[in-house]
């Protein structure tokens, strides 16, 4: 299938003055959170809340931190999240793309909004 990015916009919520970020985020459906470098991190000025037990994708457990609260944004929808605070590129994983009713087209390699509208259940 290859690998899938999406445009999106990260900012701190916290210090809406501060200004957003547009970055190239890989769209993981295979990875439950939102990553993020240290880099970004710094350059939004979020905050470590704790840290957490992750299990990698190559079955290590890790303790990382967790950072935010982060707004995403991609084209006209957004979301507010937490991020695990690692790699060297920001993640974009399945409940931030759930949240924002986005799916990940294996023909076109592209993220796209879900083409059945309404999937939202409360």
Same mark, same amino acid.
């Given at each position: 299938?290859?690998?899938?990015?999406?445009?999106?916009?990260?900012?701190?919520?916290?210090?809406?003055?501060?200004?957003?970020?547009?970055?190239?985020?890989?769209?993981?459906?295979?990875?439950?959170?939102?990553?993020?470098?240290?880099?970004?991190?710094?350059?939004?000025?979020?905050?470590?809340?704790?840290?957490?037990?992750?299990?990698?994708? +190559?079955?290590?457990?890790?303790? *990382?931190?967790?950072?935010?609260?982060?707004?995403?944004?991609?084209?006209?929808?957004?979301?507010?999240?937490?991020?695990?605070?690692?790699?060297?590129?920001?993640?974009?994983?399945? *409940?931030?793309?759930? +949240?924002?009713?986005? *799916?990940?087209?294996?023909?076109?390699?592209?993220?796209?909004?879900?083409?059945?509208?309404?999937?939202?259940?409360?």
């Amino acid at each position: 299938m290859g690998l899938t990015y999406a445009e999106i916009e990260l900012s701190n919520p916290r210090e809406p003055e501060r200004p957003a970020m547009r970055v190239a985020a890989l769209a993981d459906t295979g990875a439950n959170m939102l990553c993020v470098p240290k880099h970004v991190a710094l350059q939004l000025n979020l905050e470590t809340t704790e840290h957490r037990r992750v299990k990698l994708a +190559d079955g290590r457990i890790a303790s *990382v931190p967790y950072i935010g609260p982060i707004q995403v944004r991609f084209e006209k929808r957004s979301c507010f999240v937490g991020a695990f605070l690692m790699g060297d590129e920001v993640v974009l994983g399945a *409940v931030p793309m759930e +949240d924002m009713d986005l *799916v990940v087209s294996p023909q076109t390699r592209e993220v796209t909004y879900n083409p059945q509208p309404n999937r939202h259940r409360v």
